[in-house]
């Protein structure tokens, strides 16, 4: 299987691309192909809402998401990988999802099959229920299978997550694919 993994996170060293790497090796080592993709440098502007596209079609903008939205469509599952911001996902990962518009059919059609990897700082029960409930609704919307989620509850920086089991939790997800 192809797996994509939108890392959101703008901090390159961080505990989500921690995760990210955790998940990637379990799912290597289950005979996947595994693409991390750092969003935050892939140069994907804001969408301007023109609906030129027609909601599937080119977009009129030129940018970071010609190649992604190419790799979208080759993959056979889309991993969403952030840290997070105000109890939801970067705005760097949200300018890419935001961008679906002009291939949602597609990605509709493609039947996905989806994980989620997020980190926060917080541990409260309540932290990730905005960020679950966007996922949930991105799960439904645009027809992904979801494979699983790995909440990594006090998580807010490297040293923590690495003394956490959610690294192991991030791996044992990707293997299990």
């Not at 998401?65 to 952030?82: G, S, W």
């Not at 609704?137 to 490297?158: A, I, K, Q």
């Amino acid at each position: 299987m192809d797996i994509v993994v939108l890392q959101g996170s703008p901090n390159r060293k961080g505990s989500t691309r921690m995760m990210a790497d955790a998940f990637a090796e379990g799912a290597r080592e289950a005979g996947h192909v595994v693409h991390i993709v750092d969003v935050a440098s892939a140069g994907v502007h804001p969408c301007g809402g023109c609906v030129a596209c027609g909601y599937e079609g080119p977009c009129i903008q030129h940018d970071g998401m010609d190649d992604l939205r190419k790799a979208i469509l080759a993959t056979d599952m889309l991993v969403f990988a952030t840290p997070l911001y105000y109890y939801g996902m970067t705005a760097q990962l949200k300018t890419v999802v935001d961008r679906f518009c002009s291939f949602n059919s597609s990605l509709h059609a493609k039947h996905l099959q989806s994980a989620l990897l997020a980190v926060a700082w917080n541990a409260e029960d309540w932290t990730f229920d905005a960020l679950d409930a966007h996922y949930r609704t991105l799960v439904r919307y645009l027809n992904l299978r979801d494979r699983g989620e790995v909440l990594g509850f006090g998580c807010g920086t490297p040293g923590m997550t690495e003394r956490s089991g959610y690294l192991a939790q991030a791996r044992a997800l990707g293997a299990s694919l």
